[in-house]
């Protein structure tokens, strides 16, 4: 990553831009790959997946239409007096690391390693160890748009994530997990000896309010499918709902009939609504939930 940045740092941004719309290109001719793979080792249902895949498709194009429309983000300010030229120039960084979560392994991941890119810098992606084959796809798509050798490298396995945070070379870091990985990592690059960029997503948890104006049914849907879609495992997913006491039967009633319906199952056969949850780990931590409430 190093090697590579002068000569794509150096690279002019229309032409960087012209790589990077090659890859969303070539990531899209692979969607329905990249939906199966995320399917095979997420556990997504497959019109998550495939969605997913157009998603990342579309985050590559946004970036260089910003980018293309802000003219490589050269932006002219207003000087002191009328004698002095004042500019904003975005430069690029150096070498950014990418860690990207489990859930969304190929719109979060194209996400970060794409917007380093296309500003310029050198991308270290380290995938979830959930996600190893959808981000070694994802590399593929990158090489065969025509990515220099070396701006964007892959490393795959258990423990690289604070090998990457931990590393001298790596001047900047884009993450997407857990508030306590991502406040570790916080600490850590704001006591090296120069502050450097972290870019942290670290999640949430989100309520929704239904109002006594609200239609019960619509609502109901909306909150059923944020909160089990890929089977909850996501911060956009509904946490806890609070609801006008004016539609509270209305909605709960519809509520439960609807979640009633979802087909639970392999995320292979296409009615499916919920695959399995993503490891050990995590069922451990739903079973936890689902006694607590029972027990309550």
Same mark, same amino acid.
């Given at each position: 990553?190093?090697?590579?940045?002068?000569?794509?740092?150096?690279?002019?941004?229309?032409?960087?831009?012209?790589?990077?719309?090659?890859?969303?290109?070539?990531?899209?001719?692979?969607?329905?790959?990249?939906?199966?793979?995320?399917?095979?080792?997420?556990?997504?249902?497959?019109?998550?997946?495939?969605?997913?895949?157009?998603? %990342?498709?579309?985050?590559?194009?946004?970036?260089? $239409?910003?980018?293309? /429309?802000?003219?490589?983000?050269? !932006?002219?300010?207003?000087?002191?007096?009328? %004698?002095?030229?004042?500019?904003?120039?975005? /430069?690029?960084?150096?070498?950014?690391?990418?860690?990207?979560?489990?859930?969304?392994?190929?719109?979060?991941?194209?996400?970060?390693?794409?917007?380093?890119? !296309?500003?310029?810098?050198?991308?270290?992606?380290?995938?979830?160890? =959930?996600?190893?084959?959808?981000?070694?796809?994802?590399?593929?798509?990158?090489?065969?748009?025509?990515?220099?050798?070396?701006?964007?490298?892959?490393?795959?396995?258990?423990?690289?994530?604070?090998?990457?945070?931990?590393?001298?070379?790596?001047?900047?870091?884009?993450?997407?997990?857990?508030?306590?990985?991502?406040?570790?990592?916080?600490?850590?690059?704001?006591?090296?000896?120069?502050?450097?960029?972290?870019?942290?997503?670290?999640?949430?948890? =989100?309520?929704?309010?239904?109002?006594?104006?609200?239609?019960?049914?619509?609502?109901?849907?909306?909150?059923?499918?944020? %909160?089990?879609?890929?089977?909850?495992?996501?911060?956009?997913?509904?946490?806890?709902?609070?609801?006008?006491?004016?539609?509270? $039967?209305?909605?709960?009633?519809?509520?439960?009939?609807?979640?009633?319906?979802?087909?639970?199952?392999?995320?292979?056969?296409? $009615?499916?609504?919920?695959?399995?949850?993503?490891?050990?780990?995590?069922?451990?931590?739903? %079973?936890?939930?689902?006694?607590?409430?029972?027990?309550?």
């Amino acid at each position: 990553a190093r090697k590579a940045y002068p000569a794509w740092s150096g690279m002019a941004w229309n032409e960087r831009l012209g790589v990077m719309r090659r890859a969303a290109e070539a990531l899209a001719a692979k969607k329905y790959d990249l939906g199966i793979a995320s399917v095979l080792e997420v556990g997504k249902s497959r019109l998550e997946g495939v969605g997913e895949a157009e998603e %990342a498709v579309d985050l590559i194009n946004y970036y260089c $239409d910003e980018t293309e /429309r802000n003219k490589g983000y050269t !932006i002219a300010m207003k000087g002191a007096t009328p %004698a002095e030229e004042t500019r904003s120039v975005l /430069r690029p960084y150096g070498v950014f690391s990418v860690i990207s979560p489990f859930n969304f392994p190929v719109a979060l991941s194209t996400n970060m390693m794409s917007a380093a890119l !296309i500003g310029g810098n050198t991308v270290v992606f380290h995938p979830t160890t =959930n996600g190893a084959l959808t981000g070694s796809m994802i590399i593929d798509a990158f090489k065969e748009a025509g990515l220099p050798p070396g701006a964007l490298n892959i490393v795959n396995g258990s423990g690289v994530g604070p090998k990457l945070v931990d590393a001298p070379g790596i001047d900047g870091i884009a993450f997407t997990g857990s508030y306590d990985v991502g406040m570790g990592i916080h600490r850590k690059m704001a006591a090296s000896p120069f502050g450097r960029p972290l870019i942290a997503e670290m999640g949430g948890k =989100n309520p929704a309010y239904v109002s006594e104006f609200a239609d019960p049914d619509m609502a109901a849907e909306g909150v059923m499918r944020s %909160a089990y879609g890929l089977t909850g495992e996501k911060c956009s997913a509904c946490s806890s709902a609070y609801v006008h006491a004016s539609v509270y $039967d209305a909605f709960m009633d519809k509520l439960v009939e609807m979640t009633g319906k979802l087909k639970v199952g392999n995320p292979e056969e296409k $009615d499916v609504f919920m695959g399995p949850i993503v490891n050990q780990a995590a069922y451990d931590i739903f %079973a936890k939930a689902v006694e607590e409430s029972r027990a309550d």
